[in-house]
Nanobody, 116 residues
Framework: QVQLVESGGGLVQAGGSLRLSCVSS????????MGWYRQAPGQQREFVAS??????NYSDSVKGRFTISRDNAKKSLYLQMNNLKPEDTGVYYC???????????WGQGTQVTVSS
């Protein structure tokens, strides 16, 4: 069983920065994809960024502003968010997909609020 715990959310003004962290209860292999998703009020959860080995992908809405990284030794995933916009507001979730089981694991989410 994999448990993921996010932290680092908060309230920030537009143009500001936040760094989200996600810590796993177990070691996740570099071959297993990890990612960040977000959900704004009244909207569906959407993809933000993912990383597997050195392959990184971003949604168009965050490209150039957000940076995803992982430290496998620390069982951690990060999301550096710069130049935040009000439309970045939402609950941010960490996700891991384990190739060995094919299962998705989600964290409980951390709230990010960007004021204009």
């Amino acid at each position: 069983q994999v448990q993921l715990v996010e932290s680092g959310g908060g309230l920030v003004q537009a143009g500001g920065s936040l760094r989200l962290s996600c810590v796993s209860s177990t070691y996740i292999l570099p071959r297993d994809v990890m990612g960040w998703y977000r959900q704004a009020p009244g909207q569906q959860r959407e993809f933000v960024a993912s990383i597997i080995w050195v392959d990184i992908n971003y949604s168009d809405s965050v490209k150039g502003r957000f940076t995803i990284s992982r430290d496998n030794a620390k069982k951690s995933l990060y999301l550096q968010m710069n130049n935040l916009k009000p439309e970045d507001t939402g609950v941010y979730y960490c996700k891991a997909n384990l190739r060995s089981s094919g299962r998705d694991y989600w964290g409980q989410g951390t709230q990010v609020t960007v004021s204009s």
